[in-house]
């Protein structure tokens, strides 16, 4: 599966921005999604995932409420709605594919996840 993510840029504090991931590969159907971010000197964390049916869901207690994964499997595509952003969710964005296919749920360990995009970076001003 090789991944491209978009739709990164610059917001105020309380915007909205929306992530992109477009996948190539016949696999992508049948593997969870997952967003991770890394901020300057920080480790890379999880922020969001979902399942290869797009039946369940899973977001960082920091971005719950706020944040919307979605996925499109015909179009081999998932999402990342990005509302009421604050100045500390600036980090580059990375979407990434889990390892291993059909898993019934998220995992949350980017160890678990084998193939990543190239990162986005989103920056919010307060």
């Known amino acids: 599966v090789q991944l491209q993510a978009s739709g990164g840029g610059l917001v105020q504090a309380g915007g909205s921005l929306r992530l992109a991931c477009a996948a190539s590969g016949r696999t992508f159907s049948t593997v969870a999604m997952g967003w991770f971010r890394q901020a300057p000197g920080k480790e890379r964390e999880f922020v969001s995932g979902?399942?290869?049916?797009?039946?369940?869901?899973y977001y960082a207690d920091s971005v719950k409420g706020r944040f919307t994964i979605s996925r499109d499997n015909a179009k081999a595509t998932v999402t990342l709605q990005m509302n009421s952003l604050k100045p500390e969710d600036t980090a580059v964005y990375y979407c990434a594919a889990d390892r291993f296919s059909l898993r019934r749920s998220v995992v949350t360990s980017h160890r678990e996840y084998f193939y990543w995009g190239q990162g986005t970076l989103v920056t919010v001003s307060s």
């Open positions: 979902i399942t290869w049916s797009g039946g369940s869901t």
